[in-house]
């Protein structure tokens, strides 16, 4: 065993990994799939079952994209119901909480590019 693997670069990074909070970057709203790096998208991107939900997607975008949005306004609006309800908070408070859900819906899924552009 190294000198105190447990503050090692490699094992913080294993850790985080573990955690399932990465980037969002890497992430596949259709597939609900997060890849750790871009060659591990990559290979996502080319997969069958990738291709399969993007023809799905090109059928009728329109659907899934306001589907994913009303998702998204419902689950943000019932987490500040019960966090914040007899409070005032910042959004981004809320938001931060709301992300920390790992299956939560991403912004960049919905019909709104901004946090203040949802509000």
Same mark, same amino acid.
């Given at each position: 065993?190294?000198?105190?693997?447990?503050?090692?670069?490699?094992?913080?990074?294993? $850790?985080?990994?573990?955690?399932?909070? *990465?980037?969002?970057?890497?992430?596949? @709203?259709?597939? *609900?799939? *997060?890849?750790?790096?871009?060659?591990? %998208?990559?290979?996502?991107? =080319?997969?069958?079952?990738?291709?399969? @939900?993007?023809?799905?997607?090109? *059928?009728?975008?329109?659907?899934?994209?306001?589907?994913?949005?009303?998702?998204?306004?419902?689950?943000?609006?019932?987490? =500040?119901? $019960?966090?914040?309800?007899?409070?005032?908070?910042?959004?981004?408070?809320?938001?931060?909480?709301?992300?920390?859900?790992?299956?939560?819906?991403?912004?960049?899924?919905?019909?709104?590019?901004?946090?203040?552009? %949802?509000?």
């Amino acid at each position: 065993m190294g000198k105190n693997d447990f503050l090692t670069p490699k094992a913080i990074a294993n $850790r985080i990994k573990a955690k399932g909070l *990465q980037k969002l970057r890497w992430y596949c @709203q259709m597939c *609900q799939k *997060q890849c750790r790096d871009e060659n591990g %998208f990559k290979c996502h991107c =080319m997969s069958e079952s990738h291709q399969r @939900q993007m023809q799905i997607f090109g *059928q009728n975008p329109d659907r899934i994209v306001s589907g994913y949005s009303e998702e998204f306004e419902r689950n943000f609006l019932d987490l =500040m119901k $019960r966090s914040h309800r007899f409070s005032r908070v910042a959004a981004t408070v809320v938001y931060n909480e709301f992300i920390n859900d790992r299956h939560h819906v991403h912004m960049n899924s919905t019909q709104w590019e901004t946090l203040t552009e %949802f509000l």
